[in-house]
Every structure is written in structure tokens, then in C-alpha cells.
């Protein structure tokens, strides 16, 4: 009752016409609201499970008059059946170890971000993005957050060098994976995967019942990997509903 009361104090706001990021002729628009200082973590709780993403302090979800492409997605974590394949990458990046640090923005950080979006997505609207914009991405919220270092061995058994990167949120039922990147000459470790594979076991380690993956963008090449994962539930008008599982390798 007290997320929905605050939800009902919040002010919502709809952005113009804009050319959609994922489907080629379309058009988006969002509905976003700010997350405020005082209890933005709840309300970030509130608003991501129906179906919400944040990005800094701003809460946003799809609001298209003429498309329903986008949808949220999560994956329940509790007895999360982990495919042949999946633990093949999983087993692949054995020699990478996890670190949580603060919600701080460093430049090795922005060096791996750039080498990122170059590779994989030097077209996109985040391709321009400044140290200062980065430094805003990771520290101004308000949102229970931190970041996940994944970090090859070093040779003398410390950290070795940044491979993968992770901004996730805290919420009261599970992980939001809310940005990921990796070094993309690393191809054949599925970094990206593998970072999704290793928030479902932190969330069963920690009790949390969903990893947030943010929306699945059926016939998006760039947002379509996420149908891959299953068992996974997705938000429809009517609440979550799991889908229907495909057969596993």
C-alpha cells in the first residue's frame, strides 16, 4: 500500500515523437517521471515491477500509440533451470571473478564502455556519450545501486584486468541488470550471457526471486537475445505471465 501511495504522488510526463531505437520506421514515445531524493528507492522498487527502467533519476517505460513491441522481462531466479549451454558459458569464464564496488564511475570503466559501444553499438544514441555523461549514468540516483566488476585472474592470484561491467539495482524482490558492457574482442566467452547467468545465481544466494532484464523487443536484433533465456516471464496488461517454454540445449 505505501509504494502505490507514493506512485500516486509522482508526476508523469510523455515525450514527444521520437524514431525508435530497435524497429526500423517506427516511432517511440516514453511516459518517465523523476525518481524523488527522499524515497527513491522505493518508488524505483515500485515502478520497475510494472514495468519501469531507470536511467539516473528518471523512471521511463514505453508509451507508443501504435506499437506494443516492447515488453518487460525478467527471469525467475528461485529454480532456474540452467540449459547444457548455459553452463558451458558459464564454465567458459571460470577464470573471471566478480567484484561489487560502489555506485563510482572510473576511467578504466569508461575505457571498456567506449571499446563497447564502438564494436557494438557506434551508431546508437549512447555512441557519443562523454566521462561526464558516464559519471552521471553510475552516481546520480537516488536507487539502491551498485556495480559489478568482472575481472579476468591475475597472474600474481589478484584482480586481473576489467573485462565486463554491470550497473545493477537493488530492489526488494530481485537484481535489476539496469546497463551492461564487455570487452567485445572477447567474443567467444558470451560475456554478455554470461553476466545475465551469473545475477540468477547472486539473486539465488541472496533470496531474491527476479532478475530485471529490462524489455525484450521481439524482432530487434539488438534486443531479441533476451527470448533465449527460459523459463522467463514477461509483463502483460493483465500482470507477469511466464512464457511458454521452448525446448533447451
Known amino acids: 500500500m505505501t509504494h502505490h501511495f507514493a506512485t500516486r504522488q509522482l508526476r508523469f510526463f510523455l515525450t514527444a515523437p521520437s524514431p525508435c531505437p530497435y524497429l526500423p520506421g517506427r516511432e517511440e514515445r516514453k511516459v518517465f517521471t523523476h525518481l524523488p531524493l527522499s524515497d527513491g528507492a522505493s518508488i524505483n522498487d515500485a515502478l520497475t515491477q510494472i514495468g519501469f527502467r531507470r536511467s539516473q533519476n528518471i523512471a521511463y517505460r514505453p508509451a507508443c500509440e501504435r506499437c506494443d513491441a516492447c515488453v518487460s522481462a525478467r527471469l525467475p531466479s528461485a529454480d532456474y533451470p540452467f540449459s547444457r549451454s548455459e553452463r558451458r558459458v558459464l564454465d567458459r569464464n571460470g577464470d573471471i571473478s566478480r567484484h561489487l564496488v560502489e555506485a563510482e564511475a572510473t576511467m578504466e570503466q569508461f575505457d571498456l564502455l567506449r571499446r563497447y559501444l564502438m564494436a557494438r553499438h557506434a551508431e546508437g544514441g549512447m555512441a557519443d556519450m562523454t566521462w561526464p555523461d558516464y559519471v552521471a549514468m553510475v552516481e546520480d540516483t537516488s536507487a539502491r545501486t551498485h556495480l559489478i566488476e568482472?575481472?579476468?585472474?591475475?597472474?600474481?592470484?589478484?584482480?586481473?584486468?576489467?573485462?565486463?561491467?554491470?550497473?545493477?539495482?537493488?530492489?526488494?524482490?530481485?537484481?535489476?541488470?539496469?546497463?551492461?558492457?564487455?570487452?567485445?574482442?572477447?567474443?567467444?566467452?558470451?560475456?554478455?550471457?554470461?553476466?545475465?547467468?551469473?545475477?540468477?545465481?547472486?539473486?539465488?544466494?541472496?533470496?531474491?526471486?527476479?532478475?530485471?532484464?529490462?524489455?525484450?523487443?521481439?524482432?530487434?536484433s539488438k534486443m531479441d537475445y533476451k527470448s533465449r533465456f527460459n523459463p522467463i516471464e514477461v509483463l502483460r496488461s493483465d500482470g507477469w505471465v511466464l512464457m511458454a517454454n521452448r525446448d533447451r540445449t
Open 150 to 220: 568482472y575481472r579476468l585472474h591475475g597472474e600474481d592470484r589478484g584482480p586481473g584486468d576489467l573485462v565486463a561491467c554491470v550497473l545493477v539495482d537493488v530492489l526488494s524482490d530481485g537484481l535489476s541488470l539496469v546497463y551492461s558492457f564487455y570487452e567485445p574482442s572477447m567474443q567467444r566467452r558470451s560475456l554478455g550471457s554470461f553476466m545475465i547467468l551469473d545475477h540468477v545465481i547472486q539473486a539465488q544466494i541472496s533470496g531474491l526471486p527476479y532478475v530485471y532484464l529490462g524489455y525484450w523487443v521481439s524482432g530487434s
